[in-house]
């Protein structure tokens, strides 16, 4: 399941090549952002407001969403997740520097 989905297109947002997301990076959702979580089980929504273009995300990206506050940095967020689900550490890690790499693509997260 994608962490992620374009929900007009269809089609996933993550994909291979990423850049290497530090943990010291602090993360803020974009300006124009709205996050609305759906609750447990359910996911999220992601909605850029000036275009009206619509994101569905799962529950590990909703948890992650929800915690980007633009105070935490990546390692805070990605702990934030562990302790919501239990996973490898390495294997989130990993897999939430590809989210990252591809939300600051879609102008969903920025680095303040």
């Given at each position: 399941?994608?962490?992620?989905?374009?929900?007009?297109?269809g089609?996933?947002?993550?994909?291979?090549?990423?850049?290497?997301?530090q943990?010291?990076?602090?993360?803020?959702?974009?300006?124009?952002i709205?996050?609305?979580?759906?609750?447990?089980?359910?996911?999220?929504?992601?909605?850029?407001?000036?275009?009206?273009?619509?994101?569905?995300?799962?529950?590990?990206?909703?948890?992650?969403?929800?915690?980007?506050?633009?105070?935490?940095?990546?390692?805070?967020?990605?702990?934030?997740?562990?302790?919501?689900?239990?996973?490898?550490?390495?294997?989130?890690?990993?897999?939430?520097?590809l989210?990252?790499?591809?939300?600051?693509?879609?102008?969903?997260?920025s680095?303040?």
């Amino acid at each position: 399941m994608p962490l992620l989905a374009k929900a007009y297109a269809g089609r996933y947002m993550i994909e291979t090549g990423a850049t290497l997301i530090q943990d010291t990076m602090v993360l803020s959702l974009a300006e124009g952002i709205s996050f609305q979580p759906l609750g447990e089980g359910e996911g999220g929504v992601v909605l850029k407001v000036g275009s009206g273009q619509l994101f569905t995300c799962n529950d590990t990206t909703s948890v992650f969403l929800a915690a980007v506050d633009g105070r935490r940095s990546f390692a805070d967020l990605v702990q934030v997740v562990l302790d919501e689900f239990e996973v490898p550490k390495d294997a989130l890690h990993s897999d939430l520097s590809l989210l990252v790499d591809e939300l600051q693509k879609e102008g969903i997260v920025s680095v303040p």
